[in-house]
Nanobody
């Protein structure tokens, strides 16, 4: 079982940056697919970004491409979401999710990763607020 802990949220002005962290204990996390979702007030939870089980593939929703970067530090058992050029519409609670696998073979689609994460382990969320 994975217990995920997010950190790094906060209040930032538009155009600023934040780095979110998602950590967990155990070897399983190092080989898990990990993703970030967000939920704004009165809106549905939406996919933001993910990194595959191997770490070789990354995925982004269109609205954050070129601004957000997901990465994994296996030595620290942590996945990061670097968020640059933040906009007020990025304001939301950000959740980390993980799926320990097993990883499928071949090319992995974003839909497959997202589906796996939605039924995986979740953190409690961290608030990101971007002021205009």
């Amino acid at each position: 079982q994975l217990q995920l802990v997010e950190s790094g949220g906060g209040l930032v002005q538009a155009g600023g940056s934040l780095r979110l962290s998602c950590g967990a204990s155990g070897r399983t996390f190092r080989s898990s697919a990990v993703g970030w979702f967000r939920q704004a007030p009165e809106k549905e939870r939406e996919f933001v970004s993910a990194i595959s089980w191997s770490g070789y593939s990354t995925y982004y929703t269109d609205s954050v491409k070129g601004r957000f970067t997901i990465s994994r530090d296996s030595a620290k058992n942590t996945v990061y979401l670097q968020m640059n050029s933040l906009k007020p519409e990025d304001t939301a609670v950000y959740y980390c999710a993980a799926d320990p696998g097993p990883a499928p073979g071949g090319l992995i689609s974003r839909v497959y990763v997202t589906t796996a994460l939605l039924s995986g382990y979740w953190g409690q969320g961290t608030q990101v607020t971007v002021s205009s």
